[in-house]
């Protein structure tokens, strides 16, 4: 008898012959053609078969659930780990904007320092910050009004240095 099953390579005869559902359907063709027959001494046996084939079919189903179990577990694991990545990425974003919200902050005191002056604050005086450190930029009429702009930055809480590159200009 030759069929679709003869003319497949040995190894995929035995691979589709050892399926759960190729043993069931074999069991349950086998069961209906004895059923037909009239056999009834038979019944016994093809009970059994279908017991065991039953029975074979729930031992994959469990095994089935337990896999489909454990990966679930490992999916809510990787989203807790994920969570947690994002929660530190999210604090990192958090600490930089308080850096640069600081930094703001230093500046507009350092500015306003500057224009509480009254030697200062009729002059234009760049005032940048970057990290704690502040640079101060444009003209100034003298040398101690420099120096004095220098120290009312430098006062200011949360600077961490100075960098003064305010020119002195003679009129």
């Known amino acids: 008898m030759n069929n679709d099953i003869d003319q497949l390579p ?13 043993r069931i359907a074999t069991a349950a063709a086998l069961a209906l053609t004895l059923a037909a027959c009239g056999q009834p001494e038979q019944d016994a046996t093809i009970g059994q078969k279908l017991d065991t084939a039953i029975a074979a079919t729930e031992k994959k189903a469990d095994e089935l659930g337990e896999r489909a179990e454990a990966t679930a577990d490992r999916a809510q694991a990787n989203a807790a780990e994920a969570t947690r990545d994002a929660r530190v990425s999210a604090g990192e974003t958090t600490a930089q904007m308080g850096d640069f919200i600081d930094d703001a902050a230093i500046t507009a005191a350092v500015s306003a320092r500057l224009a509480g002056d009254p030697d200062l604050s009729a002059i234009k005086i760049d005032v940048d910050t970057r990290d704690g450190k502040v640079t101060l930029s444009g003209p100034a009429p003298s040398e101690a009004a420099r120096a004095r702009a220098a120290e009312l930055a430098i006062s200011v809480k949360g600077v961490l240095g100075i960098d003064n590159q305010l020119v002195v200009t003679s009129s």
């Not at 040995?10 to 190729?22: D, I």
Request: glycine share 0%.
């Open 10 to 22: 040995e190894q995929a005869q035995r691979r589709t012959l050892m399926t759960p559902a190729f």
